[in-house]
């Protein structure tokens, strides 16, 4: 939990965006409601601080709440404010960044309070996949606000904050002392709504200026920066980490500078932004060489994510199946068919780098050529194929297993002949479905070539309004 003194919104607009380069808008609105005598009640700027500024030179605008006004409550003015920003924001395409610190509905002016909200959902819905959203919660997200982060595509949340729909005490059977739903560690543990839990104010704000360095600042234009590493550099003992992808994003990074998406949900899908000669590139790759509902869904997400922004995708593959559990058996189908559509869809530059194993339908969906990889390169110790070359070797040999006198070996035998012929990585490339094999101290620099030569990529898709499930 943070000590460090709670910033003001003003304060917190200050530390996010570049020297002097705040122009407020709105400065003079406050309240029109006189119902339940609230005309005797001062609201400087409803609530809310609402403007554009620079980051790292960048254009983009900023809400900020403010607690100390009514608890930062969304009134029909203060949803007003946020929504002209919106609008201006479409307009000339730039990110819009949300400090929430928020009570919720602002109850005294009812109807015109719950109006004024559902206007910012609909301005949030038609801004999404057009400019970046990013959502930063400094004490209290709850009730309807919530939805406001989820509609973002990046949020942080500050250790001391709370994101909730239902407060802890409203759950039956539960209360805060038991499980604090509502708290920074249980909504990153447990759901997909933050990327980032922060140590503090300032720590939450460095992390978004970061952030809007990498993003492009709308779905039209593509996100590079500057690179002074070396892009030919190989990578000593990158095969060390092959069952370790965010260690292999770092490694073939500039800098080895990566930003993390959703870090403490789904751990075994690792999700990220990296820049690759100052290229900014989004990497999907497994961690614990099972897929997990969780895993599946964060995927899918990053890789629309990804397609909206014209974000190259680059997965590093190292899968075995799916994680099989009662609870994941619910779920893992619908799941990882939204991956799957996630990754076949996009058409953006997609590269695939098997780094360890490569089987079954959990390959399939990890970007395989099969639903659309441009490239897919192999480390020479990668296996693909349906299933491990000793099982395969049970399955399919299992009279002549069963006839030996020398079970182990026999099995042993028969699973170098199946790798040899058909699960190696040469085996698999003489069939096409690999590119090229690569050695693993060389994969920075065959990445980038391949993006490089993706880089005016144009592929078209059937129209359709949005996806059927």
Known sequence: MSDKLKMSASERIACLLDDASFVEIGSEVTSRTTDFNTQSLDTPKDGVVTGYGQIDGRLVYVYSQDSAVLGGAIGEMHGKKIAAIYSLAMKVGAPVIGLIDCAGLRLQEATDSLHSFGSLFKKSTMA???????????GNSGGGTSILAALSDFTYMVDSAKLFVNSPNAIKGNYEEKCDTASAAFVSGNTSLVDEVCESD???????????????ANNMEDA???????????????????DDARKVAECIADDSMVIESKKDFGMDVFTGL????????AVIGNQERLISPDGASKAAS???????????????????????????ERTIAKETAKLTVALADATVPKV????????????????????????????????????DPQVAAEIIYADEIDASTD?????????D??????????AVARRGYIDDIIEPDATRKRVFAAFDMLATKREDRPYKKHMAF
């Open 407 to 415: 079970k182990v070996e026999v099995i042993k035998n028969y699973a």
């Open 274 to 281: 990296i820049r690759i000669g100052g290229v900014t590139v």
């Open 302 to 328: 990053f890789a629309n994510l990804a397609d909206s922004f014209n974000i190259p995708i680059l997965t590093l593959t190292n899968v075995k199946g799916f994680e099989a559990s009662f609870e994941s």
């Open 224 to 242: 590079f920066g500057d690179c002074e590493d070396d892009i030919n550099r190989t990578i000593p003992n990158i095969a060390d980490y092959k």
């Open 128 to 138: 999404s996949g057009i400019i970046p959203q990013i959502t930063v919660i400094f």
């Open 417 to 426: 002949k199946i790798s040899k012929e058909q699960s190696d990585a040469k």
């Open 202 to 216: 300032e720590d939450a704000l460095r992390k978004v200026r970061n952030l809007v360095t990498y993003l492009p």
């Open 352 to 387: 695939n780098v098997i780094i360890g194993d490569a089987f079954g339908s959990a390959y399939i969906v990890m970007n395989s050529k099969s639903i659309g990889a441009d490239i897919v390169y192999a480390w020479p110790s990668a296996k693909v194929g349906i299933t």
